[in-house]
């Protein structure tokens, strides 16, 4: 009963190196989104995709590129990380858009330095 | 521009005492209000909700007040535990037809055996 799954847990990047963080749910969940969490910042939405196929800007988007490959998996990619990229990153998903009782993965913490 | 307000940052409680968390919006066109709990390391995980055409909904232990006319609601949590001890963040539902999250910073809770 995995729920959703986030790989990696932990990443170290340098100034300027890319990465792809994974997302996968087994629910058979349409939306899917990514939030960061910073200190005393809260949730910020940077991406969701509302149904396979779609993709859409949340509140904080520059620096990210999203792909829903499949109705199963959202991934987000840093194309050139920056230190104000550290975070942690939460994937989530929910039945439909409609659906408010998203389905939260454990995170994945990245440092940028 | 912060539309979710979660002013203390932090709470103490004694145990078997009553739990009260303060949330504050600003964006009259929210639909639905939420608490969502978050312990260390994990995910948030969905706790209780309100649609925006109520003044409260019960479950268990957990009570959400929302009063329109002064854009507030609050979460009481009735007797409070140990295990209740985490971060809520309050969060309200937007949008019409794809629908978004947004949340507030966290409130952490600390029950005190």
């Known amino acids: 009963n995995a729920g959703v799954t986030q790989t990696p847990k932990f990443q170290v990047l340098k100034t300027g190196q890319s990465m792809t963080l994974q997302c996968a749910q087994d629910?058979?969940?349409?939306?899917m989104y990514w939030y960061r969490q910073d200190p005393g910042m809260g949730l910020r939405l940077i991406y969701y995709?509302?149904?396979?196929?779609?993709?859409d800007k949340g509140e904080v988007p520059n620096g990210y590129n999203v792909s829903r490959l499949n109705k199963r998996e959202f991934s987000l990619r840093l194309e050139s990380a920056a230190p104000s990229q550290t975070s942690v990153y939460f994937c989530?998903?929910?039945?439909?858009?409609?659906?408010?009782?998203?389905?939260f993965g454990s995170g994945t913490r990245l440092t940028v330095v | 521009d912060q539309q979710v307000k979660q002013n203390s940052p932090s709470l103490s409680v004694q145990e078997g005492r009553i739990s009260i968390l303060n949330c504050d919006y600003t964006?009259?066109?929210?639909?639905?209000f939420l608490w969502y709990k978050k312990y260390p390391a994990e995910g948030p995980t969905f706790l209780i909700s309100?649609?925006?055409i109520k003044d409260k909904n019960e479950d268990g232990r957990f009570t959400v007040f929302l009063n329109k006319s002064a854009k507030h609601l609050s979460l009481h949590i009735v007797p409070s535990q140990p295990g209740d001890s985490a971060v809520y963040f309050c969060?309200?539902?937007w949008g019409a037809g794809s629908y978004q999250l947004t949340f507030g910073k966290g409130t952490k809770l600390s029950v005190i055996p």
């Open positions: 989530a998903s929910s039945e439909s858009s409609l659906n408010y009782g998203y389905t």
């Open positions: 629910m058979n969940h349409n939306s």
């Open positions: 995709s509302a149904s396979e196929g779609t993709t």
């Open positions: 964006n009259s066109m929210f639909d639905y």
């Open positions: 309100i649609s925006s």
């Open positions: 969060a309200a539902r």
